[in-house]
Every structure is written in structure tokens, then in C-alpha cells.
């Protein structure tokens, strides 16, 4: 993952995982198959991008010749991507699991880093224990209309936040890349973090615009069509 | 922010923030919505301070001559301000997002700072976090007299402390500032923060008792009135 | 408090502050009352021994001759004991209250004494801030034997455990004092705290058995007594 | 315990501690007690082979000689599986703070030991402090069957994890220890958690299906019997 496009595939991954799935109507079911297959796949994309990328580990873990374990960051990155794939289902418990563990996997990971590097990842993990612990009172409450909106605007933010990680350590056009000790790149990536999230709920509130419209002219037309067999029904009795 | 005038609106501002806005009767809605205005006033307020002072960035974010960012402290109270003036109604999910950003963002603003100054913001944040935590809470829970009460009094504490932070570090009579590197100070002030809660309470429980003392003569009044009327009609029947 | 008399005093005003208040019977309301008397009083006697021992700072809080505060730590003191003698009545929501800002106050209290100091006062921390969720969880939940059996074993330790500090830190008897940086001693000190915890259990366990005896006993004669006026109800009938 | 075969002696007690104790049915009580039982002497296993293997302090917690601690370590694990050995019943509050106790003389028992040693036992910090929140909100919620998996799960990771410590700490194939200062190992040893927690899902998921295949069997077989018997009765009548 140490590159442009490792995360902007681990961005994309969180991305799309992001939709909550209540699906009460029976021809939506299909559709909620499709999309734990989807998310395994892309679990399944996730891990063997990792191992089997040019340089990579192609599952070895121990180098016996010189005693050192084979790029454990990758395998980090595996188990991270292997909680994601185990199917889940509907269940917020193993969702929760999933957040947790790659949040302390995370923890660890960037513990050596420079300061930068360590900030933009930290920043992260206020998102991902965020849904985390929103799945974890999911559990015991149910669904509750606040967590949905936190949730998905959290997960929004984390995958846009990994596109960004991907652009200020690893730059994608030959520019030069940040001074990662410059104490003014954290202050400014810290704020950065909450436009991202500014942005995620400005998102959600045009969705939910949009979703609101569409449904009232549909209840509408409904109504009307309801209104219209009403009236057939009557002239034929 | 760096003065004492932007220390003391900003002291005013979270002041008036704090009134609870349950409003069951009908003539009181004119007045929340003249109340929401104010508070979307105050936040543009703080905005526009924060950007327009003599010497303020000026809505410039980058300069490009020196590389250097401008002025990211500002933008780190614009960025504050902002969540603030986000249109939230009575959604108490939003009041507590908007108060652990500004939570967050203080606690990465002061990493850099003098002792002093870190320790003083840093019992800032037991009150930013404490009032979040209590709209959190009001989430799941709704309307509980102790989580109002401990909202109000943090709120409280809140408003006076932002005035209690420009006399310390920005003393408005030209008399010499606190050594910042001095221990004493840093206990005296620890102690003083609790001070500052301790009459919060003091002004909760006098104004408890005048409301409580005025409610029961409007009710006496209104009973009196209701009695008056009964007996009128109970005549004229 | 800088004395093996102050610890023990603290101590035995923790302990006689342990127990529940919840009289349903209209007798034991007079014992109530004559309780928070007592609460009240032992506060004040707190504040009063903490100003006016000889060497104290008699109320005087800054000395303008050398610019310096006057005995911070008795002040701190001062404050603990002053939320403590707020009058609360049973409201749970205060006496958290009160637990949490003696908590903080202790926190802040010792970040810079000696390494045995600093963790024989972190260890009290544990109770107060055990027993400070206790009660805001009673705020929220109620009345409940756990929160009740946890709350009053750990208010039993917090008051053995101030008598323990004194006898580390100022041991009454002229002996040598413990070594303050000594790892075993930290080591020591910390299985002793979980010692001092088990007794406290232990303790209320003994009391339980002992009121279960008795009520036992006492509903048992009440019941023959019911049953003797029964049947001479029936023979005088 | 500091030797392999103290390792895995408190892997092992862990491990028969994991399962939950809901008997409904009568004839599992006797079952219950010899549980009880089993537990009890367990704990007291632990304690004398703390004690009492050779070289261990035999009850001796000073010595006045020298001045010093006798194996403060040793006690230290007593005490632990004091707590353990407590009667608890199904009491999920005893649980929870035997637990917790654990945790805390873990957290300050490894506060000394090399990097290796520190992370090793802060990633069963985990585990530890995870069942001690799953056992408390049991205590206020109930069983909940997502309580019930999680403590599960984790019951079984602390065991499995405490033969890990011993393999990696003490090998006991007389090869070459660990290296306690590379990074590397500190980073593997994460991930491998995470792999022991990933085995103790799979092995529940194997229990439970199993388990629902066989009283699927039962609950068949049995409704086959009461067909037979409803017919019999029929035919007898």
C-alpha cells in the first residue's frame, strides 16, 4: 500500500462499503446478494493486491536465510483487508469487529513513522473507531436515525481521507512531496480533515434532498395510480 | 483570536449559546427562530472577524512566493466557527459534533504552546468535551434535567473561561503577563477553573429560584383568574 | 494535608461519607437529615483544618510582597472539600460531580511529586473516579445493587486507602521513611491497594450476613406477633 | 510464572473459565457446582504453584534482612488468582471486577520490561479489559447474544495468547529467544493477535454449527417420539 494507488484502492474500498443495507422489500434482496458479493471481492482485490503486487511478499513470511520477517507491513495491510472479507452479513457486531481491529492494527502501524506521516494517519483512526463505536451501539440500540447519519458521514470522510493521504505522501504528478517535520503541514492537515467532513455532510444533505423529492413525486404518482384503480374498480362494480 | 478582544467575543458568543431551546408554546417559536438567526449572526461574526482584522489572512489560505501557509491558526478558528454556524435547528447530534470538532481542533492547536498556555486550553477541553458528551447523550436519551443541567453549567464555564484565558495570557491593562513557565501559576489556575464552575452553579441555583419563585405567582395569578372565570360563569349560567 | 493527621482525617471523612441514603421510612428522615448535618459539618471542619492549622495560610491567597500565591496545595484542598459541602441532598448527579472535580483536582495535584507519591495517588484515583460513574450512571439508570455493592466497596477503600498514604508518606511512628524511589516499594503499593479492596468486600459481605440475620429474625418475630393478634382477634370474636 | 509452563498453566485456566453458566434444566445444576468447584480449584492451583515451586517465596512477603520485597511478582499473580477464586457464582459484577483487577496489575506489572515483553502483554491488556466491559454490561443489559460471542471469543484469545507469550518469551525448545528490542517483532507479534482472534471466530462458528446440527437432530428425534406417543395414546383410546 506504500503508494498512490494503495490507497487510493483502500479509498475506494471504504467508499463503497460505506451504504447501509435495510432492505425490507423482497426485490431489493437480490440486490443486497450482489452487494456482499461485491464487498468480498473487493476484500478478496484488497489482499491479493497486496501480496502479489511487483515486490511483493507473494504469501512468504519468514526469510530464513537472513532471520527477517518478509514486508510485515503488507501482511498488516492482509489482516486488515481479511475482517472485511469474512461475511458478515447484516451484523453491526463483526462491521464494529472489523473497524476495531483495523483501527488498533493502524495504531501500531504508524507508530514509528514521521510526525506527519503518524498525524494524517491518526486522523484516520478518529474516523474508523468513529463508525466503530457507531456499529457497536448499533447493537445494542438498533437502528437509530443519528448513528445512520454519523456513520455514513464518517465513512464518507474516511474514504475521501485515504484519496488524501495518497496525495500528500505519495504525490502522484513528479512534484515535490511535503516537508514531513514542518510543523505548519500538520496544523494545516488537521483542518483539512474537518472540510472533509464538512464536505461529507454537505453531500449527505444533498442526497437526502434529492432522495426526498423523488419519493414525494412517487408516493405521488402512486397515489394517483391508487386513486385512478380506485376509481376503475368502482365504475366496473 | 490572538488578543484579548477575540478571547472575549468568543467568551460571549459560546455565552449565548448556551440557553436550552425547548419551546412547546406557540408564541415562543418566533422567538427560536429569531434565536437561530443570532446564532448564525455570531457565527458569521466570528468568521468574519477571524478573516478581516487588520493583519487577518484575508481569506488567503496558501502563498505561493514563500511556500508557507497563511496564518493557520485563523483558519483553525474559521474552520470553529463555521461548524457553529451550520444550520441545526434543535438537533442536538449536530451541537455535539460541532462541539467535539472544536474540542478536536483545540486539542491540536495547543500541542505547540507554552505550559501555561497548553494547561489553560486544556481545561477548556474538559468543558468543550463535557458539554458534548452531554448532547450526545440527549441523543439517545432526550430531555434528562441532569444532563441540562450539566450542559448549562458547563456552557457556563465555558463563556467565562474564554474571558478568564484573555486576562491571563493577553492582560487588557498593560501590566506585566504571567510567567508562563512558572508551576504556581499553573496550580492556581487549575484551581481557579473549579472556582469558575462553582459560581456557575451559584447562578443556575439563584436563577432556578427566582424563575421557580415567578412561575408560582403567574400560576397563583392564573388560578386566581381560572377561579374568577369559573365563578363568572357558574353566575351566568 | 502534608501530615500523617490530615490523611487520616480525609480518610475517616471518606468513610463515614460511604453510606447510602435511601430512608423510604418516615423515622429514619430525622437520621437523614442529622447525616447531611454531619456531612456538612465534617466539610467544614475539612476547610477550617485545612486554613487555620498553625503554618496555614489563613484565607491569605496571593502575597504581593515577593508576587508569589500563598500554599496552593492547601487551597486545592480547601476546594475539594468545599463541593463536598454543597449541599446535595441524595441527588447523585452532585455527588459525581463531586467526585469527578476532587479527581481532576488530584490529577493535576500530583503530576510533579516523586514517583512512589505520584502512584500511591494515582491508585485513589481509581476509587474516585470508580465511584464518580457510579453515580452519574445511578443519574441515568437508578437504583441498582451492583452500582450500590460497587460504589460502597469502593468508598470503603478510598477511605482505608488515604489512612494507608499517611502511614507510607508520613509514618506516624519516628521510623525511617519508605524509600520513594524504590521500584519494589511501587510494586508492593499496588497489589496492597487490590488487598485493601478485598477486605472492603469482605467487609460487606460480614455486614450482609449479619443484616440478613437479623432482618430475618425480626420479620420472623413480627410475623409470631401477627399471628398471636390474629388469632386473639378470632378468640375475642 | 515467569517460566513456560507458568504461561501455559494460566492459558489453560483461562481457557476452561470461558464458558458461559446458563443452566436452566435441573439436572445441569449438579453440573454447575462441580463447574464451581473446578474453578475454585483451579484458582487455588494457581496460587500455591505460585507459592510454593521451588524458589518461590513460601508465604514470605518481607524480609527483614535485607530490607527488601520477597518476589513481588509472585504476589502479585496470587493476588490475581486470588480474585479468581472468590465465589462468584454467575455474578457478572464479580466477573467483571476480578477482571478488571487482573488488567490493572497486568498494566502496572509490565510498565518495567523490555519492548517486546511490554507490547506482548498490552495486546492481552486487550482481551483482558474487553471481557471486563462485556461482563459490566451484562450486568446492566442482561445476556445479550452479541455480549455473549464477543467474551467468548476473547476468552478464548487471552488463553491461546498466554501459551503465545510463553512460547515467544520462554521457547521451550532450547533454540534462540526472540530479539526483545526489534521492531519487527513487536510489529509481527500484532498482526499474529489478530490471526489468534481470527482462530477463535472460526472455532466458535465451527461450535456453533455443530451444535445446531446436533439438537437440530434432537429436537427432530424427539418430535418423531412424540408423534409415536401422541399416536400410540390415540390408538389406545
Known sequence: MGSFQGHALAGTFFLQHMKPSIYTNLQFQRLELFEGMAKAFFALLGMAGEQFVPGGPYLHLYNKDDHKWVMLTTWQHTTMYLFFGIPRGLNPLMNSLALFIEGCLFYFHIMHCSALDQ??????????????????????????????????????????????????????????????????????????????????LLIIAFNYTIIYCCTENISLARNCEVTWLAEKSWLLN
Open 119 to 200: 498525524h494524517i494517519h491518526f486522523l484516520l483512526l478518529i474516523s474508523v473507531f468513529s463508525i466503530a463505536l457507531c456499529y457497536l451501539l448499533e447493537v445494542f440500540i438498533g437502528n437509530h436515525p443519528a448513528l445512520e447519519l454519523f456513520s455514513v458521514s464518517m465513512f464518507l470522510t474516511q474514504g475521501s481521507w485515504f484519496w488524501q493521504i495518497g496525495f500528500v505522501l505519495y504525490p502522484p504528478w513528479q512534484g515535490p512531496s511535503w516537508d514531513q517535520t514542518d510543523h505548519d503541514n500538520i496544523m494545516f492537515i488537521t483542518v483539512c480533515f474537518f472540510w472533509h467532513y464538512a464536505a461529507a
